[in-house]
């Protein structure tokens, strides 16, 4: 076992050397000055990449979960409405999370595999004359199932239908990878996490606040603290923090802000679809089939692949960890078994990325499965090959 190969799991994802080095510094007092030209360059970066001017961003100590709870917390009050769809793990979680907190769930199942029910949605909102719906729930990037959501579509509804609830997006495994217009979108909580697309440890999340969540702030009752929003906008605003910050980490989002933005954006969403297209074209090679139901929403993060009956995709994934040394994802929740993950988001190139596609093809075939050895490497490597620059 080598650890020298990259994961192929939807995050943590690899980290290259200049992010691993920029988090190793030594002790530093956040309430000194230095420490705001850590903090207030990775805001800026975090800003274009959020590609807002009107919104505020914070950065929580915590996981991606954290800035669940913080996007909820700081918005709703018990007892307030919110629609959402369970299409993954992710989505039923957040769901589950908002139950937790006394809220008022109107969700709607879709197959596991579909992207959000835009027209459900639509069809809610309108009905919903007296405005008792006060949030709107939208997992942009489904990461167990490989689906990508429309987020525009559902601000299209929101306002087809005139109405004033807020809409909250889990961006955590696309923001950074996949475009993401908090503003042209009119998202109003956008969520995000440092280990996906910002290639950095778990540790960071990132919460971006438009200016009408800041309002809805004023009269939201759900406690809370840690999560404060407000509070940490306070801070912030005068290069501080609330409590103490993980500040190599801090350092590290500064650098990998800085690096995403030296790529360029738009390139930097090109290489991802590159990345997701040549694993597709050995999919396909292989003959096996995604989770995600259509072309139009296969993500371009993660891509999740049914196993053929009678093989189990955990056996596939314990399989090519402990032979090969490489990590692809499981399948988690009501897919468990059913699907293996390969991640392609983050620090990654095509030559990588092949490296995956053979692995995860040599395990496959130690096992069993129906395909053919070099096949999808070679439908990868025939793509990458025409589509490089
Ligand atoms: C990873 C992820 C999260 C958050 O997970 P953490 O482990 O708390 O960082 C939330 N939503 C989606 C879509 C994710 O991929």
């Not at 929580?60 to 709703?76: D, H, Q, V, Y």
């Not at 769809?85 to 769930?105: D, P, T, V, Y």
Request: glycine residues 10%.
């Amino acid at each position: 076992m080598s650890e020298q190969n990259p994961v192929f799991i939807p995050g943590p994802t690899n980290i290259p050397e200049e992010i691993r080095k920029a988090c190793d510094i030594g002790t530093m007092d956040h309430r000194s000055a230095k420490f705001s030209e850590i903090i207030n360059p990775a805001l800026a970066g975090l800003k274009k990449i959020l590609k807002t001017e009107t919104a505020e961003v914070v950065v929580f100590p915590s996981s991606g979960t954290g800035a669940w709870e913080a996007a909820i917390s700081n918005t709703l009050s018990a007892g307030d409405k919110v629609l959402a769809a369970e299409q993954g793990m992710f989505s039923q979680k957040w769901i589950e999370m908002c139950r937790r907190h006394n809220l008022e769930m109107q969700v709607f199942e879709v197959e596991w595999g579909e992207s959000c029910p835009v027209s459900a949605y639509a069809e809610a909102l309108k009905a919903d004359t007296g405005h008792q719906i006060k949030a709107v729930l939208v997992t942009h990037n489904e990461t167990a199932t490989g689906v990508l959501s429309d987020v525009s579509a559902v601000r299209k509804a929101l306002d087809a239908a005139n109405h004033p609830a807020l809409l909250l997006v889990d961006g955590v495994s696309s923001i950074a990878s996949i475009d993401f217009k908090l503003d042209e979108w009119g998202v109003d909580i956008a969520v995000a996490g440092s280990q996906k697309g910002f290639m950095l440890p778990a540790g960071l999340s990132i919460v971006g606040i438009s200016q009408k969540a800041i309002s809805a702030m004023e009269t939201a009752t759900l406690p809370r603290f840690y999560f404060d929003l407000r509070e940490m906008m306070k801070h912030l605003s005068s290069g501080g923090y609330p409590y103490t910050p993980i500040v190599g980490m801090l350092n590290g989002l500064k650098k990998s802000t800085e690096m995403l933005l030296a790529e360029g954006l738009e390139n930097v969403f090109a290489r991802h679809h590159r990345l997701a297209e040549g694993v597709r074209k050995a999919v396909k090679a292989w003959g096996l089939e995604m989770c995600a139901l259509r072309e139009e929403i296969f993500s371009d993060t993660v891509t999740a692949i049914l196993v053929p009956d009678g093989f189990d995709g955990t056996e596939l994934v314990n399989h090519a960890a402990n032979k090969y040394g490489v990590s692809f994802g499981g399948g988690l929740g009501r897919v468990a078994g059913k699907v293996f993950r390969i991640g392609h988001l983050g620090s990654l190139t095509d030559v990588m990325a092949l490296s995956g596609i053979a692995a995860a093809e040599m395990a496959m075939v130690d096992l069993g499965f129906p395909i053919k050895l070099g096949s999808g490497v070679s439908a990868a490597q025939e793509y990458y090959r025409n589509s490089a620059k």
